[in-house]
């Protein structure tokens, strides 16, 4: 049996709609108070494209007010599941609109295809804009999604003037790690960067009018986000960019698979994944990515110059976040945390500890069975949460050795002073936090020995002291990672310990001999500048897209 459409009286005495289901259910179109308190959403919309579809219609109330000012020069498809929505706001919506060229429903799509691609063809190169209406878009997502497919032979128009620079990217920018560097690395490829500011609070449909508009009007040869910042929850950038042609590149600096979690049912096959750590690739490519390549982290030169470097004032120090547990509590409460979990995480997060290449993804269940500790759940959202505390657990528990080992060597950290007491008593010496892009390059010259500790999502890559710290200058002794041992040549351009007692050592060696750490940052250093700053990541991230 087929859902039904029923079309009622409001309380505010309008008219509403619901859809009913075989197994009476119901879904709700419209307010069942005051169904024109949709127009709201839309205060902001304005018509743009030479060819607006409106996807969706209801009863029409979220454009009701804003038919009007459509340009008669624009042409209109409206598209509604139901013929009863469809002829009702044809009748009351669009009456003696001499702009409108396609009605289509479920019922009738097959006959109407032809004249909707007939409209395509006349139009070459019309920017089209599109206008859902949510309630309906997500009850038939399908029938939505097959008649937009209608439209993807559209060509995007070109933009005017031509674009001064080699190329364009969109790139979702706010104050998220990493985006002002990949701003600074385009322009240097002569890519233009053409900035999506994602912190700026929008509606569902005004993101999506912005979006569709900012493409089309600019037209980007790719689209570039950090961790997927700046993605809508409901799959629209995915959707847009996919039916414009348009390549999108995410750059996962972070486990990808929390991240990925919501939205696993969205990724298309014009999207690509870069990662900073291998091991995470080849679930990218089963998620769906049409490609997922390695792409580790690096430095800007801009932000950490090697210019005039001060005499060190502190002879060790490391810096960075304690990671205690004001993160750990942000983490536990995306799932259905429980106390009575605290052993399993103890037990997986020192395996992690003892192995980096320990596979938690697989062995928790066992661990869990092994304590006699029984899981409140099963599902994967929960689970994934739970594998991520684990880790970050680990990380924590593994900063908190190292330098609580290297008290007697002088040891001193920089950044979450409250944090580090908490995690290793009132002696720890502190200091204030340190902001990256204007205090960090000061904070690493001021340390003679800057100890890298990494974290343990990332079995095998390295992160942005071992580039940073060399390039302003200064020398870095790391844990050692697999990753160093494939960008840099380790003894001559790297320096690495592989436990306390190792590390203990190496802090006396380098300390006592002046010569071999000032060598070890200038070869360092000639490295990083000839192989591992932004451009060189950008460049291959472009190499990949032509």
């Not at 075989?22 to 902001?44: C, F, I, K, Q």
């Not at 019309?126 to 997500?138: E, F, G």
């Not at 490609?291 to 982290?297: N, T, V």
């Not at 050592?505 to 990083?528: T, V």
């Amino acid at each position: 049996m087929r859902d039904s459409l029923q079309i009622f009286t409001a309380q505010n005495g309008q008219l509403s709609a619901k859809v009913l289901f075989a197994n009476d259910t119901a879904r709700h179109l419209h307010s069942l108070v005051d169904p024109s308190v949709e127009t709201g959403l839309y205060d902001g919309l304005s018509f743009w494209g030479d060819i607006i579809v409106f996807v969706g219609l209801g009863l029409g109330y979220h454009i009701a007010g804003k038919i009007s000012s459509i340009p008669k020069r624009c042409a209109i498809i409206a598209i509604d599941y139901y013929d009863e929505l469809l002829q009702h706001c044809q009748g009351r919506l669009f009456n003696g609109l001499a702009t409108i060229a396609a009605f289509v429903s479920s019922s009738n799509i097959q006959d109407m295809t032809p004249a909707v691609k007939s409209i395509l063809s006349n139009n070459p190169g019309a920017s089209v804009q599109i206008v859902k209406h949510p309630a309906s878009y997500s009850l038939h997502k399908d029938f939505y999604a097959s008649a937009l497919d209608l439209l993807a032979t559209a060509p995007l128009p070109r933009p005017s003037p031509p674009p001064a620079a080699a190329d364009r990217a969109m790139l979702f920018h706010g104050n998220f790690f990493l985006e002002e560097e990949v701003r600074s690395a385009l322009k240097t490829c002569a890519v233009e960067p053409v900035l999506f500011d994602y912190n700026n609070t929008r509606s569902m449909a005004a993101y999506e009018d912005e979006i569709q508009r900012l493409i089309q009007d600019r037209r980007p040869s790719f689209v570039l986000s950090i961790n997927m910042k700046g993605f809508d929850a409901n799959g629209a950038l995915e959707d847009i960019t996919a039916r414009l042609g348009v390549p999108v590149v995410v750059w996962f600096v972070d486990d990808p698979r929390p991240i990925l979690m919501h939205r696993l049912s969205y990724v298309k096959n014009n999207m690509v994944a870069a990662c900073w750590e291998k091991s995470y690739l080849p679930y990218l490519q089963n998620a769906g990515f049409s490609k997922a390549i390695h792409a580790p982290l690096a430095t800007d030169p801009g932000l950490f110059s090697s210019a005039s470097v001060p005499a060190p004032q502190v002879n060790l120090g490391f810096v960075g976040t304690a990671m205690v547990d004001g993160y750990a509590g942000n983490i536990r409460k995306k799932f259905l945390w429980s106390e009575s979990l605290s052993p399993l995480v103890e037990l997986v997060s020192d395996r992690l500890l003892a192995d980096p290449l320990y596979p938690a993804e697989t062995e928790l269940l066992a661990c869990a069975k092994a304590l006699s500790v029984s899981l409140p759940f099963s599902d994967e959202r929960n689970l994934t949460w739970l594998r991520t505390l684990c880790i970050h657990t680990a990380s924590m528990k593994k900063r908190k050795n190292i330098i609580g080992g290297l008290f007697n060597e002088g040891m001193e950290t920089f950044g979450d002073p409250e944090g580090w007491k908490s995690l290793l008593g009132p002696r720890v010496r502190t200091h204030p936090n340190v902001d990256y892009r204007h205090g960090l390059r000061g904070a690493y010259r001021d340390i003679r020995i800057n100890v890298n500790i990494t974290s343990c999502q990332m079995p095998s890559a390295i992160n942005q002291r071992v580039f940073d710290i060399p390039c302003c200058g200064s020398f870095v002794l790391s844990d050692d990672q697999k990753d160093l041992h494939e960008l840099f040549d380790v003894g001559k351009e790297a320096a690495v310990y592989e436990s306390i007692g190792d590390l203990k050592e190496k802090l006396r060696f380098y300390q006592s001999h002046e010569p071999q750490r000032l060598s070890l940052i200038e070869a360092a250093r000639a490295r990083i500048m000839n192989e591992h700053t932004y451009v060189h990541r950008i460049r291959r991230i472009l190499d990949l897209l032509r």
